[in-house]
């Protein structure tokens, strides 16, 4: 790894340790009592807790984000896919995708649990709502991004459709695609929570309520910083693969 | 006489955009033998690109007669077409080397000598070593070169070249017509190129094509009697003020 990338590094690390630190200084320093804000260590101890079933609540929320993440990209770049092969079902359907989008996300859960019942599955398809559109809308844009001139010359060696979509347009929808995808995994994380808060039997966010109903504050701290582990995994994954796929300039922020 | 590689017969085009018509060429007919280097230039909206997307098969034409290919040098216009334009348009996430093999690879050429024949391009254009850089890593007149070697890479017999320099400084600009001038030579193609610049029309053509506009027309069409190889300091011959001034004179710039 060259040395930039080690100072980056470093100071990243820096920052968070600096932030916990702060947080715990602050939590002695001005004597918070615990039932308001724990110190991290509390936090952490909660852990050692096993009628809180951690793993259980872990794998139940990590299901929902991943899962509905994962659906997320799939249906959200194949629909964009789509659009840009059939100018019919783009000007149908695009406008009525962006109303759609219009739809306070959140607002559509209860209706899902009605629709579905409550449970891991029901939040998998709330998280896929949540983030779904931005993935679609950011692919379709760059679906739309390609040079007409370098159509031409594509087409003035009769060029395939399917040539043209593989070797120009899809490449060059990949940072669009990516950077809509890392829009939608702060969605994903929101709205796995969400369907948890609204009814559920497991789950992080589901146990953050019930453990408010007793104020035991550090588990729900901790709760909270294994919801944000879970979206940091999920955003690091998704900056890997961009590193992997995306040439560093053709990157989009 | 030959029978000349490119035949135009009062072709025209009509750009036809819902209720409105537009005539972007009125009649156009012009005569171009093969591995001639002509220069069209006109002012602008005049029809230039109009005229290369014609030639491409890119646009079909509404009336006239567009012959390319003669029996000496047969033209096959799926895989006979080399573009350059202003812009360079390398794909991003290509190294140079695979931007140069693309036209090869759409083709369906065997890959293997496509990339022989991309390295020994880069090499002409000037660019050999940088094979595996990405283009971001390379300065806009580097660019533009391997642009112009990706639209050799399939032994096109017609390159078609739309202000390939126009975005380029000035110093690039003429350091890139010698070298265009030099890949000319050696590669024997027949290149049309559409330029701004009346001087560079000039100093590259075997002819020059002059367009004016409404009615988007031929206003002139001359060879230019300058000897090859040319230098820059063929500019200073007395003929070479004689063409600009004639071009000059028929866009009423004096
Ligand atoms: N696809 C199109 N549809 C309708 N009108 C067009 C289209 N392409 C070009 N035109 C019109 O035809 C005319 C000629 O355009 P063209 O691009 O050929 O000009 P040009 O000589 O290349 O100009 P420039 O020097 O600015 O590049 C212009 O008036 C332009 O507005
Ligand atoms: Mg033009």
Redesign the pocket.
């Known amino acids: 790894m060259s040395a930039a990338n080690w100072r980056k590094i470093t100071i990243i690390t820096l920052v968070h340790i600096g932030f916990v630190a702060v947080w715990w200084g602050s939590v002695i320093l001005m004597e918070v009592p615990e039932y308001i804000l724990p110190t991290p260590w509390q936090a952490l101890k909660t852990l050692e807790e096993e009628n809180y079933n951690w793993l259980t609540h872990f794998i139940a929320t990590s299901q929902e984000i991943f899962g509905g993440y994962i659906m997320a990209v799939v249906v959200g770049v194949g629909f964009a896919v789509m659009f840009s092969w059939s100018k019919v079902t783009d000007e149908a359907f695009m406008p009525l995708l962006v109303t759609l989008n219009m739809i306070p996300k959140v607002a559509m859960a209860p209706l899902f649990i009605v629709w579905l019942r409550f449970g891991v599955d029901t939040n998998i398809v709330i998280t896929f709502t949540i983030c779904f559109f931005p993935i679609l809308l950011n692919t379709a844009r760059g679906m739309r991004e390609v040079e007409p001139d370098l159509l031409d010359l594509v087409k003035s060696l009769h060029g395939s459709q399917w040539q043209i979509f593989t070797k120009i347009q899809l490449p060059g929808a990949l940072p669009f695609i990516f950077s809509g995808m890392k829009v939608a995994t702060v969605l994903a994380v929101a709205g796995a929570i969400v369907g948890e808060f609204i009814q559920s039997d497991r789950g992080l966010g589901w146990f953050m309520l019930v453990t408010q109903e007793a104020l035991n504050t550090d588990a729900m701290v901790m709760a909270l910083l294994l919801v944000t582990l879970i979206g940091v995994i999920l955003y690091g994954l998704v900056i890997l693969l961009e590193r992997i796929f995306v040439v560093q300039d053709a990157r989009v922020e | 006489m030959e029978t000349p590689f490119i035949s135009l017969k009062n072709v025209r ?1 009509v ?3 819902r209720d409105i018509e ?1 005539e ?2 009125s009649s156009v007919s012009l005569d171009i033998s093969n591995g001639e280097l002509v220069c069209l230039v ?12 014609i030639l491409a098969g890119l ?1 079909p034409h509404d009336d006239g007669d567009v012959l390319i290919g003669n029996s000496e040098f047969p033209f096959d216009p799926t895989k006979d077409i080399g573009m350059v334009f202003q812009q360079p348009l390398l794909l991003k996430w290509r190294r140079i080397l695979e931007n140069v093999q693309l036209p090869a690879e759409i083709l369906g050429l065997p890959m293997k000598a496509a990339r022989e024949r991309a390295k020994d391009l880069l090499n002409m254009v000037g660019l050999d070593g940088f094979e595996d850089k990405y283009p971001y890593e390379l300065s806009g007149g580097m660019q533009q070169r391997a642009a112009i070697a990706r639209a050799l890479v399939h032994d096109p017999k017609l390159i078609l070249m ?2 390939p320099f126009g975005a380029l400084d000035a110093m690039t600009r003429e350091k890139m017509n010698l070298e265009l001038l030099d890949i000319w030579q050696k590669s024997q193609k027949t290149i049309i190129f ?1 330029t ?1 610049g009346i001087q560079e029309a000039v100093f590259l053509g075997t002819h020059v094509a002059v ?1 004016s ?1 409404s009615p ?1 027309r031929l206003a002139d069409y001359f060879e230019v009697d300058l000897p090859h190889p040319r230098k820059l300091d063929i500019k200073t011959h007395e003929n070479f003020g004689v063409y600009t001034r004639r071009i000059y004179d028929l866009l009423g710039m004096d």
């Open positions: 085009k750009y036809r955009t537009f972007a060429i006109g002012p602008s909206g005049c029809g230039k690109s109009t005229l290369l997307r646009h739309d202000e559409v701004h367009m506009p988007a």
